[in-house]
């Protein structure tokens, strides 16, 4: 017999119905198995009680947790951003010196081209004619 069911039996025996009488009225409960006392239900109740508290706790550590991971990532990414910036600004310095010295020698170039161009034109233009017409 279930908890249930025997308590029927034995409220019923206690209030002076026969052995047989009170099996057979207890036996009759519908579903008996799933029945449940006072107490189970207290059980229950507790039980709940403690899960809502251990959900709660858990919870709470999880939102601790993630509040820390947060702060690490935004920490981190901080840092990396400032590192990126920096190396950025370094390639640029780097950058901007060596386009300096390509100009530099680039000025050189056409000013050498410029006085050879000015200082050796009559002897080029007599080449040019040389070649054109004289071949």
Do not use: W
């Amino acid at each position: 017999m279930t908890v249930i069911v025997l308590e029927v039996y034995e409220a019923l025996v206690e209030a002076g119905a026969s052995k047989e009488k009170a099996k057979a009225a207890a036996a009759a409960i519908p579903h008996g198995d799933r029945l449940a006392t006072k107490e189970d239900i207290s059980r229950l109740e507790q039980d709940v009680a403690k899960l809502e508290h251990v959900l709660r706790s858990d919870m709470s550590d999880l939102e601790n947790a993630t509040k820390a991971n947060i702060a690490r990532l935004e920490l981190s990414t901080k840092e990396a951003m400032a590192r990126l910036e920096l190396s950025t600004k370094e390639d640029m310095a780097r950058l901007e010196k060596s386009m300096r010295e390509d100009i530099a020698k680039l000025d050189k170039s056409v000013a050498v081209l410029k006085l050879a161009v000015f200082t050796f034109q009559p002897a080029i233009v007599a080449l040019l004619v040389k070649l054109i017409f004289f071949p």
